[in-house]
């Protein structure tokens, strides 16, 4: 059983930045997909950024051609945590994001079939 905790979250200026983290226990982090999704209010959740093992010690990113660009998926595998450094943040970003995992690698990390959810953090951006 994976548990995740999302923090990092807040109230934040457009144009600024925020770093959410995604910590992580049980199971074994650095073979898991590793997914951020966001949803907003009236609106399903859509797919943010992840990362994913495709070799010993090597990682592949996907990003939402919202965010590409502006954010960027991490990981520690020692600290069994994943980021999502945030800039240029824009209203439209607002939304609670949650973390997710995945045992594995997983062919469409896009898609919300993932095995563990965070409870989702609030972010929040003023124009």
């Known amino acids: 059983q994976v548990q995740l905790v999302e923090s990092g979250g807040g109230l934040v200026q457009a144009g600024g930045s925020l770093r959410l983290s995604c910590a992580a226990s049980?199971?074994?982090?650095?073979?898991?997909?590793m997914g951020w999704f966001r949803q907003a209010p009236g609106k399903e959740r859509e797919f943010v950024a992840a990362i994913r093992r495709i070799g010993f010690n090597t990682y592949y990113a996907d990003y939402a051609d919202s965010v590409k660009g502006r954010f960027t998926i991490s990981r520690d595998n020692a600290k069994t945590t994943a980021y999502l450094q945030m800039n240029s943040l824009e209203p439209e970003d607002t939304a609670v994001y949650f973390c997710a995992a995945a045992a594995g690698y997983i062919a469409a990390p896009t898609s919300p079939k993932y095995d563990y959810w965070g409870q989702g953090t609030q972010v929040t951006v003023s124009s």
């Open positions: 049980g199971g074994t982090f650095s073979s898991n997909t």
